[in-house]
Nanobody, 111 residues
Framework: QVQLLESGGGLVQWGGSLRLSCAASGSISSTNGMGWYRQAPGKQREFVAD???????NYADFVKGRFAISRDNAKNTVYLQMNSLKPEDTAVYHCSMGLFWGQGTQVTVSS
């Protein structure tokens, strides 16, 4: 089993920034990729960004240039720096590692 614990969400104004963190614990494979997904009310969960153990990164088109994903392999932690936030970024942000998911952290961007 793998446990994923997200933190760093909150309420921010349009144009503001937040940094999300996700710490993994348990039976972790050091080679697993880690990623972020989000789910807004009434919508399906969508991909935001992911990063392999070796540092290869993918972003959804709607966050390119605004969000940055990074990871600290020694701490089994992945980060999501979110800048220039928009109201449409409001969602619950979930961390993933392999088949495992975190409970999510709420991000709300006010207009």
């Amino acid at each position: 089993q793998v446990q994923l614990l997200e933190s760093g969400g909150g309420l921010v104004q349009w144009g503001g920034s937040l940094r999300l963190s996700c710490a993994a614990s348990g039976s972790i494979s050091s080679t697993n990729g880690m990623g972020w997904y989000r789910q807004a009310p009434g919508k399906q969960r969508e991909f935001v960004a992911d990063i392999t153990h070796g540092g290869i990164i993918n972003y959804a088109d709607f966050v390119k240039g605004r969000f940055a994903i990074s990871r600290d392999n020694a701490k089994n932690t992945v980060y999501l720096q979110m800048n220039s936030l928009k109201p449409e970024d409001t969602a619950v942000y979930h961390c993933s590692m392999g088949l495992f998911w975190g409970q999510g952290t709420q991000v709300t961007v006010s207009s």
